[in-house]
């Protein structure tokens, strides 16, 4: 359950203005809404960010092939009862059996909204025109689910589902089931527009000349560098490098921008380089930055590396640059990529 208060929002550009716009339209003609992308696209965020705006809670389910129609079922009515937004992500993970079956339980609540739509003020309490009297809105309505139990139907309540069409392992929907969902193609967003505002946000004043710089080496990196599985040029990586980026400018007064961004970027990609490529990547980063090659593999020693550590992680072979590149990026992220000998050379960490 996301929490609907003081969040920060999504930037307005026209790509969330259009889920916008076709979410509502959809929640309107008591639909559903079905946007479809690739991965990091942000159609699970931009469900959240209009729920927020519209103060609607929204409780996002991972699908997974594990779920089951009782499942499946629970949750619609669930969502009905309480009138909440659902967003299904991944919907098509499902099994095909269990999409066949979801399809009649959601049109269940669809059929009892449209009911409601078609009385009076749809259902909801308003002031006639013509004689000025006010109406009260309709108390109690229900609705039989598909297992045949009788379910209260609360104002507002619909559906999400994300969808990653063409990944291995998704299911192709039942027509039955796409037409109780207004689809919504979401594209690759504008990265430069998005990371200059992002940085604004963190506290930069140059922040249009270092998104034109980003975007440009992240372009130039996703363009150069092999596929590989720890690689990741897309909003959340960019994300956490500038939230990295923000808390840097902030601990210390008169900093230079430029650096700060820079160090950050370093910190955060150097050390999850392949070895064998890592100085295309330093050629890029140096490029951008106007710094030459020993400054951008030069890692910036860390009070929190205690000394102790540095002499146990010497013992183990590990020289103190390979140290200090490990603990930035565990300092950066949860997770440190580990590619293994046997199936990848390894990372410049290792």
């Known amino acids: ?47 959240k960010d209009l729920s927020a705006q519209l103060g609607k809670p929204v409780y996002v ?107 291995i392992g998704r299911a192709e929907l039942p027509e ?38 980003f975007a440009s080496l992240y372009f130039l990196l996703e363009d150069l560098l092999s596929p590989q599985k720890h690689y990741d040029w897309g909003l959340r990586a960019i994300k956490s490098v500038l939230v990295v980026a923000g808390s840097l400018l902030r601990a210390e007064e008169g900093q230079v921008e430029s650096n700060v961004l820079f160090r950050a970027l370093r910190d955060f990609n150097v050390p999850k380089i ?13 490029s951008l930055t106007k710094e030459d090659r020993g400054h951008v593999l030069a890692i910036t020693p860390s009070p929190h590396v205690g000394n102790w ?3 146990a992680l010497r013992e183990a072979m590990l020289c103190q640059a390979t140290i200090l590149r490990l603990h930035c990026e565990l300092r950066q992220c949860c997770l440190c990529p580990l590619p293994c000998h046997d199936v990848m050379p390894p990372c410049r960490t290792w």
């Not at 259009?18 to 959809?26: C, D, G, K, M, P």
């Not at 392949?274 to 140096?286: D, H, R, T, Y």
Request: with cysteine.
């Open 1 to 47: 359950l996301s929490y609907a208060a003081s969040v920060p929002l999504l930037l307005p550009t026209l790509l969330p203005d259009r889920i916008y716009i076709t979410a509502t339209q959809a929640c309107w003609l008591c639909l559903g809404t079905a946007p479809a992308g690739p991965a990091g696209t942000g159609k699970t965020e931009t469900t």
């Open 61 to 167: 389910f991972n699908c997974s092939p594990e779920m089951d129609y009782r499942t499946m079922g629970d949750i619609f009515k669930g969502l009905a009862a309480s009138g909440s937004w659902g967003c299904f992500d991944e919907f098509n993970r499902l099994v095909p059996e269990v999409l066949s079956v979801c399809s009649v339980q959601y049109k269940c609540v669809t059929d009892a909204q449209r009911r409601k739509s078609l009385l009076p003020g749809r259902g909801l309490e308003y002031i006639d025109k013509a004689t000025g009297e006010k109406h009260p809105p309709v108390e109690r309505w229900t609705f039989v689910a598909a297992d045949g139990v009788e379910m209260p139907l609360e104002e507002g309540t619909s559906a999400f589902i994300t969808m990653n069409p063409g990944y």
């Open 176 to 213: 039955s089931l796409k037409a109780l969902f207004r689809p919504i193609t979401v594209v690759v967003p504008d990265r430069q527009l998005i990371m200059e505002n992002m940085l604004m946000a963190e506290g930069f004043v140059e922040a249009k000349t270092l998104a034109k710089k």
């Open 274 to 286: 392949l070895a064998q490529v890592c100085g295309a990547a330093v050629l890029c980063l140096s």
């Open 309 to 311: 550590l540095v002499s």
